[in-house]
């Protein structure tokens, strides 16, 4: 059932969750403008259609979240551009701080920009810090998935060279960049 809201009542909502809302579309889209207009047009848009009483009786602040979800997706499909939509993707890995990861990382980073086909490795980049799929970087790269996957081969034939002149074990390396650990192995 659909009830208009008193303005007192949409003022506490509105209140409440301002902070949290910005916070959220901070951490999603990493950029403060990008989150104040999205804040905004979250409780812009709640205050409209409660005053209009189309906003369900008992909505959560979980309501709110779903609208700067869609207010976020909007933006970047708006934009074409590619970010994390979720907070897990927007938090560093978990084991990037081990020493063996630390080199791990730091012989990927080179590699990335020392390799000549920009698109392999935005494809790179994209596979093993955004844990993206080849499904999903297709479209973004505006290649075939089967050139995708030619291209991922390609990378990581560069990537196995790279940690074999580093010294450190390629098929490890590569756990590491998948999984973030290489404590699969036993």
Same mark, same amino acid.
């Given at each position: 059932?659909?009830?208009?809201? @008193?303005?007192?009542?949409?003022?506490?909502? &509105?209140?409440?969750? &301002?902070?949290?809302?910005? @916070?959220?579309?901070?951490?999603? #889209?990493? /950029?403060?403008?990008?989150?104040?207009?999205?804040?905004?047009?979250?409780?812009?848009?709640?205050?409209?259609?409660? $005053?209009?009483?189309?906003?369900?009786?008992?909505?959560?602040?979980?309501?709110?979240?779903?609208?700067?979800?869609?207010?976020?997706?909007?933006?970047?499909?708006?934009?074409?551009? $590619?970010?994390?939509?979720? @907070?897990?993707?927007?938090?560093?890995?978990?084991?990037?701080?081990?020493?063996?990861?630390?080199?791990?990382?730091?012989?990927?980073?080179?590699?990335?920009?020392?390799?000549?086909?920009?698109?392999?490795?935005?494809?790179? /980049?994209?596979?093993?810090?955004?844990?993206?799929?080849?499904?999903?970087?297709?479209?973004?790269?505006?290649? #075939?998935?089967?050139?995708? +996957?030619? +291209?991922? /081969?390609?990378?990581?034939?560069?990537?196995? @060279?790279?940690?074999?002149?580093?010294?450190?074990?390629? /098929?490890?390396?590569?756990?590491?960049?998948? +999984?973030? #650990?290489?404590?699969?192995?036993?």
């Amino acid at each position: 059932m659909k009830v208009q809201k @008193e303005p007192a009542e949409i003022q506490t909502m &509105v209140e409440e969750h &301002v902070d949290g809302i910005y @916070e959220y579309a901070l951490r999603t #889209t990493r /950029d403060s403008d990008i989150a104040s207009d999205i804040a905004q047009e979250v409780l812009a848009r709640y205050m409209e259609l409660s $005053l209009c009483g189309r906003i369900p009786s008992g909505v959560s602040a979980g309501y709110l979240y779903r609208m700067a979800q869609n207010e976020i997706n909007g933006y970047f499909r708006k934009n074409k551009r $590619l970010e994390a939509f979720t @907070e897990a993707e927007s938090k560093a890995r978990p084991h990037e701080e081990d020493v063996f990861a630390s080199d791990v990382w730091q012989v990927f980073r080179h590699t990335l920009g020392s390799i000549r086909n920009k698109r392999v490795s935005e494809l790179l /980049d994209m596979h093993y810090r955004k844990d993206m799929s080849i499904a999903q970087i297709a479209p973004a790269l505006k290649i #075939t998935r089967s050139l995708g +996957y030619k +291209y991922l /081969d390609k990378g990581n034939r560069a990537l196995k @060279e790279a940690f074999e002149r580093s010294g450190i074990k390629p /098929d490890l390396a590569l756990l590491v960049l998948e +999984y973030g #650990t290489y404590e699969l192995l036993g």
